[in-house]
């Protein structure tokens, strides 16, 4: 999934931003090359020394492609636990949105996706099998409201670089034979139980007008199904266990 996003997004021009670790970053690398793209590499290390050692070819080919070595932390930095972590935020702070493929409990790519949160950045993830621990935190992410991902569209969609998502995500859909009920809004479905989204937050994910989605949320309010706390709006809980 990785490889196949970051080739369909290449080809539409976007550059991909990964870390050049083993595995999801190194599948999102080749995924932009292969596609003809460019592909932007950052490092926990300094940008002479390749972590680890057997993607100092991919790193070849980055720079071959027109793509770049980055790093925050000067030549001659050796690999440490502590630099990781940093080059996350690095990550986030450099992407107009970031996509979280799989995520243990944890795991770097959630420490991206916070930093891209405090960053009043996109985030958004790719759902996963139920049973595997690698969908843990992209699940967690898409509860408290990441975007949805099932393909390229849903993230040229955001970036409004032309394509469309594949689903609305206020309806559901029609092919699984149910509707909402009439006293329930989808809206619902994108906040969360315990972070608070504001209007404007809500209005910015699904490109709606903030006067439309405060009255939504008012309505929703008023019925129960969603309670300001703070300044913004969270889920509200019925019978002490059941969902809004």
Not at 103 to 111: D, P, R, T, W, Y
Request: no cysteine; hydrophobic share 50%.
């Amino acid at each position: 999934m990785a490889e196949q996003l970051a080739s369909d997004l290449a080809r539409a021009g976007v550059i991909v931003v990964s870390g050049l670790a083993l595995g999801i970053d190194a599948a999102a690398h080749r995924g932009a090359l292969n596609a003809g793209g460019v592909t932007v590499a950052v490092m926990g290390t300094g940008v002479d020394i390749v972590y680890p050692a057997a993607h100092s070819m991919l790193a070849g080919e980055i720079l071959a492609g027109g793509g770049a070595l980055v790093s925050q932390f000067p030549d001659g930095t050796v690999p440490r636990r502590q630099n990781f972590p940093a080059r996350n935020w690095t990550m986030a702070a450099l992407s107009d949105l970031v996509v979280v493929v799989e995520a243990g409990e944890g795991s770097g790519a959630l420490i991206t996706a916070e930093a891209a949160l405090h960053l009043h950045k996109e985030v958004m993830a790719v759902p996963g099998s139920v049973f595997s621990a690698l969908s843990v935190g992209t699940h967690a992410l898409l509860r408290d409201g990441a975007g949805l991902v099932q393909n390229a569209r849903d993230v040229l969609a955001v970036l409004k670089l032309g394509g469309e998502v594949l689903d609305d995500p206020l309806d559901a859909p029609e092919r699984l034979g149910f509707a909402l009920r009439p006293e329930r809004d989808g809206i619902v479905a994108h906040l969360s139980d315990v972070l608070p989204l504001t209007a404007a937050d809500v209005a910015r994910k699904l490109q709606l007008p903030v006067s439309e989605v405060l009255g939504r949320l008012t309505a929703l309010e008023l019925d129960g199904a969603v309670r300001r706390q703070d300044a913004g709006f969270i889920r509200a809980l019925r019978n002490g266990k059941e969902r809004a």
